[in-house]
């Protein structure tokens, strides 16, 4: 029998009679892989999920912790999904299109981990600028962010990027290191412990499968040779698995994000630039755009310095996505309210005995 605890179950009530705890490991289309007490099961989602659920949010994700009636005999039914202690979510731009209008809406791509591992690799790609949208967005989730740079081997310089990377996000650990040659990896284990759970993110071909593979010792994920002059890397890795290390710490890996899209990311923002909107308290004026108004901080810490140029650019290019898809996100939720009234008023008329003329 398996222990759900070491899984990072925490049992906050007796389940109701006929359900069992279990967390899902894998999902592949509609098909579910959920580790539980009688072992691994696959499981689908009772109808009412279908029903009751609006949003794709409430669905159960590679991570979640659910109840399940259990099948001995085919696959099991998820009945119910516990809350989650954390969520890493995307914008994701892929909706239909309404008019002019594209719908954007939340993506879960992982939850209930203590640690989110950002990873970016050493060679040319590396980008700040993307460390810390996926830094934005680490730290609205409730898991800890920490960079990793891969590929150390072929870095000429290591001390550079990790500097940069420092400079720009000051109190998160950043590790460089090489799946290829075990550089760095022993660094990790502060944050591999029995019953932790990290997820990796970040673009495709940074090698996250690869790091997967080498703290489970063997493969478990196809890695596939990319092509290191540009860096172009292939989606191997199709969809998002947990899989348990030797060492008892849990790994969620996630195929590879073209881009990630900020979503409903005001408190990650504010709590990555607290410094620039700690300013905003010190303009003159309250209503400051921080444009050519007399007595504005932000233009004064500019001058001086004291503020670096890109650190504002990064603050605004973040605030102005952010604003879009809120924007785009409230319309979409204006017209799902839109459309329930609509149905409500229909149901209601047809109670009613048709239209009354
Ligand atoms: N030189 C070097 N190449 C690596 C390292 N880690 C991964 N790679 C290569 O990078 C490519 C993409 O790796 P993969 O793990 O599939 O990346 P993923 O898409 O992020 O999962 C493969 O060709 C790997 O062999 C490393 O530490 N050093
Ligand atoms: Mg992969």
Redesign the pocket.
Same mark, same amino acid.
Not at 150 to 154: E, H, Q, Y
């Given at each position: 029998m398996i222990d759900l605890k070491q899984y990072g179950y925490i049992e906050a009530e007796t389940p109701p009679i006929g359900l069992i705890p279990g967390r899902v490991t894998e999902l592949q289309r509609d098909q579910y892989t959920v580790i539980t007490e009688e072992g691994e099961v696959t499981a689908v989602l009772k109808g009412a999920f279908y029903h009751t659920a609006g949003a794709r949010e409430d669905f159960p994700c590679v991570g979640d912790f659910v109840l399940l009636q259990y099948n001995e005999n085919g696959a099991s039914r998820i009945a119910k999904l516990l809350p989650r202690r954390s969520k890493f979510s995307r914008a994701d731009f892929s909706g239909h299109a309404i008019g002019y209008a594209r719908t954007i809406v939340e993506q879960v791509v992982a939850t209930n981990f203590d640690y989110v591992f950002i =990873?970016s690799?050493l060679n040319w790609d590396f980008k700040v600028n993307r460390i810390m949208r996926y830094l934005t967005q680490t730290r609205q989730s409730g898991g800890q962010p920490v960079v990793i740079l891969?590929?150390? *081997? %072929?870095a000429p310089d290591l001390n550079a990027p990790l500097v940069d990377v420092q400079k720009a996000a000051p109190d998160v650990p950043v590790h460089a !290191? #090489?799946? &290829?040659?075990g550089v760095g990896l022993d660094a990790l284990c502060e944050y591999l412990q029995p019953g932790k759970t990290v997820v990796l993110l +970040? $673009?495709?071909? =940074?090698?996250? #499968? #690869? %790091?997967l593979?080498v703290l489970m010792n063997q493969e478990v $994920?196809? =890695?596939?040779? !990319?092509r290191?002059e540009d860096s172009r +890397?292939r &989606?191997?890795?199709t969809h998002r698995q947990l899989f348990m290390l030797p060492s008892g710490a849990m790994v969620i *890996?996630t195929p +590879?994000m073209r881009e990630l899209g900020l979503f409903g990311a005001d408190d990650g923002i504010s709590a990555g630039f607290n410094d620039v909107e700690e300013l905003f308290t010190q303009c003159r004026f309250n209503d400051c755009r921080h444009q050519t108004e007399p007595g504005c901080a932000v233009l004064a810490a500019l001058a001086d310095g004291s503020l670096p140029c890109e650190h504002w650019e990064r603050y605004l290019t973040q605030k102005q996505e952010n604003k879009f898809v809120n924007d785009k996100s409230s319309y979409l939720m204006d017209k799902r309210a839109c459309h329930k009234s609509i149905a409500m008023r229909n149901k209601q008329i047809k109670k009613n005995g048709g239209f009354k003329k």
């Open positions: =990873v690799s891969t590929k150390a *081997d %072929l !290191i #090489s799946s &290829h040659t +970040g $673009m495709s071909g =940074v090698g996250k #499968s #690869s %790091l593979n $994920m196809t =890695v596939q040779a !990319i290191e +890397g &989606h191997t890795t *890996d +590879g």
